[in-house]
């Protein structure tokens, strides 16, 4: 008798209509926001102290360290591969952060949205039909733009022109490297673990197991 290698499991897609969200679903991005929230704001007191010394000297170098940002839309859309759960996710991580207290304050809604539509982009593009480590990638890769146009006109206006191009590559890196490949391997520990067996990554675990 032959089995299929598990690297043959099929994708998992959203149960039912793409649009037609569960009350698990609503639950599961309301509470991964509000984890990656409390998250997002220790990380900014380590982001103003020992991160942004490193950068002084080059403060492009700042955008090595912002993929972190990134990763709540990128678990979001991971895990419930819905439409729009990639953007609701960093939404409301952004606006539990801001509610927390950091120095952008009220402006991070702003970044969470911009990052939101990044990620949210990636799986659009592939009609929330494919969920692999490639997609992750392009979500925290597409995380960066749309931040990056943000940040050099709100935040950086007196850096050079060479300054800002050059931050913009350096937050794609962050982004692909801590978001794309953190998030996917976040969320297959967290598939692994039993804790997302209602939902797609989870039911992928189990085909894997079962063959």
């Not at 926001?33 to 103003?48: I, P, R």
């Not at 991580?93 to 809604?109: E, H, P």
Request: aromatic share 14%; hydrophobic share 55%.
């Amino acid at each position: 008798m032959t089995t299929k290698a598990p690297d043959s499991v099929r994708t998992v897609l959203a149960t039912g209509r793409l649009t037609g969200w569960r009350t698990v679903d609503l639950l599961t991005i309301a509470f991964l926001g509000v984890a990656f929230g409390v998250a997002y704001w220790g990380y900014g007191l380590l982001y103003n102290g020992p991160i942004s010394a490193l950068g002084l000297a080059f403060q492009p170098l700042f955008g090595l360290f912002v993929g972190f940002w990134f990763i709540a839309g990128v678990v979001g859309g991971l895990v419930v591969r819905r439409p729009g759960a990639a953007l609701a996710c960093e939404l409301i991580a952004a606006t539990v952060s801001a509610l927390f207290g950091n120095q952008w304050g009220v402006t991070t809604i702003v970044s969470g949205l911009a990052q939101g539509i990044g990620a949210e982009l990636a799986f659009a593009i592939f009609a929330y039909k494919a969920f692999g480590p490639l997609v992750a990638v392009l979500a925290g890769a597409l995380s960066a733009p749309l931040e990056w146009i943000y940040e050099v006109f709100a935040y950086f206006t007196d850096w050079t022109w060479a300054w800002k191009l050059a931050y913009l590559p350096l937050m794609v890196v962050s982004g692909v490297v801590i978001a794309g490949v953190g998030g996917w391997l976040l969320t297959r520990a967290l598939a692994q673990a039993g804790a997302l067996n209602p939902f797609p990554p989870g039911q992928e675990v189990l085909e894997r197991r079962a063959v």
